[in-house]
């Protein structure tokens, strides 16, 4: 059985990196690649050929493979050069797209969507949407100094005392605990908000201040997740992001709740009042943004206020990011495969969640 691994088009990771090879090789696969696919991230092909990948053209590993990998999905056009009965595995992202379903499912394939593999424990290893949060929290946090005009730690100097930097956290998911880490680190003074009850007890053991505002709806029977809360919690809220965020000088804005938009919670009239120099990373942009004047994939300036959009901070941080989206995904094939056979069992939950359309 051949398991094919694409070039991205648009970004700067590749979805298997060579070191994968042993692992491949003991669930009897046969590895192929696209010519140049794992460049950007440090992995050339040579590093493929000698550990026992072979290297074709993109029709020939489309045409070729019975596991195709990639990490953004490739055109129907593309879909339709695969195999009949093909597994395709990549990030489809359906809870943002409700039409994507149907849509495979005119294809002969069998299609894993790596971002619907369940967030519980025994899946952890898997967790693809974790990797790369977690990625982006830390990125966030050195893009923001790197724009920031001043530092993060408080230094006293012969020539003055500087205070240290406040930093903003709007949500304490995966992305917003490593970007609260990552500011601890960095020596700012660092609080932040979020509605779900055990995000308090995270941001306190990582030394950073919980902000709470009163009434949020109980997300017991939510598995975790956010859930959306209603317009009166979320006005009372914005009151207080605003109250605090004249007081910060940087925002590391990722609140989000899975399958709608991302709440407002910075407005306009805050940004219009905050200190000119300060700089917001909205890593919800994707979503529609946390923050009023955010454009995904864009850095704009409002009353001196430096505010840049990006989802998809980890792609900056390609090595490791290919290197944990590898190892994700050998985790999940490690449960599909084996002696050289897949099998998509559906009595698996984790299977069950990440096959979005399959071959009747
Ligand atoms: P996410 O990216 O969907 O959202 C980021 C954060 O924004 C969440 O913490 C959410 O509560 C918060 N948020 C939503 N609305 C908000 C608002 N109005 N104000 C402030 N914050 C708001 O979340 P995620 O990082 O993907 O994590 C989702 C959940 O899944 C978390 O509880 C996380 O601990 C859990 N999780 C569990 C596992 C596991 O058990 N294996 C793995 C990963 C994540």
Redesign the pocket.
């Known amino acids: 059985m051949v398991i094919g691994i694409l070039k991205e088009q648009n970004f700067n990771r590749v979805s298997l990196a060579p070191s994968a090879s042993k692992k491949l090789a003991g669930m009897g696969l046969e590895a192929v690649i696209e010519s140049g696919a794992g460049e950007k991230s440090g992995f050339g092909d040579h590093l493929y050929t000698d550990n026992s990948f072979t290297i074709l053209t993109r029709i020939e590993v489309l045409s070729k493979s019975d596991i195709v990998l990639s990490i953004a999905p490739i055109s129907d056009d593309e879909l339709s050069k695969m195999k009949n009965g093909a597994i395709y595995i990549s990030m489809f992202a359906p809870y943002q797209n409700a039409e994507i379903i149907s849509h495979l499912s005119k294809f002969p394939l069998n299609v894993i969507s790596m971002d619907m593999i369940?967030?519980?424990?025994l899946?952890?290893s898997m967790?693809i949407?974790?990797s790369m949060?977690s990625l982006s929290g830390y990125k966030a946090v050195l893009k923001a100094a790197d724009h920031y005009n001043n530092m993060f730690p408080m230094m006293m100097t012969a020539a003055g005392t500087i205070p240290p930097t406040k930093v903003m956290i709007?949500?304490?998911?995966?992305?917003?605990?490593q970007a609260i880490a990552t500011a601890k680190r960095l020596g700012a003074v660092v609080e932040a908000?979020?509605?779900?009850a055990?995000?308090k007890e995270?941001v306190m053991s990582l030394g950073a201040n919980f902000v709470e505002?009163d009434g949020a709806a109980d997300?017991k029977g939510a598995?975790?997740?956010?859930?959306?809360?209603s317009d009166e919690?979320?006005a009372k809220?914005r009151a207080l992001v605003q109250e605090r965020a004249l007081k910060s000088n940087i925002i590391i804005a990722?609140?989000?709740?899975?399958g709608r938009k991302?709440?407002l919670?910075v407005t306009e009239d805050t940004i219009d009042n905050m200190k000119p120099g300060s700089v917001i990373v909205d890593?919800?942009a994707s979503t529609g943004g946390?923050c009023a004047y955010t454009e995904n994939n864009r850095t704009v300036i409002k009353n001196g206020v430096i505010i840049i959009g990006n989802s998809d901070l980890s792609d900056e941080l390609n090595g490791v990011a290919s290197t944990l989206y590898s190892n994700n995904v050998i985790n999940f094939l490690q449960i599909v495969v084996k002696d050289g056979k897949a099998s998509l069992n559906e009595e698996n939950e984790i299977i069950k969640s990440a096959l979005i359309s399959k071959v009747n």
Not at 118 to 121: I, M, S, Y
Not at 254 to 258: F, G, K, L, S, W
């Open positions: 369940p967030r519980t424990t899946a952890q967790d949407l974790s949060a709007l949500g304490a998911g995966v992305a917003g605990l908000f979020d509605t779900r055990a995000a995270e505002v997300d598995g975790g997740y956010a859930i959306q809360q919690y979320l809220q990722t609140a989000q709740v899975r991302a709440p919670l890593l919800a946390n």
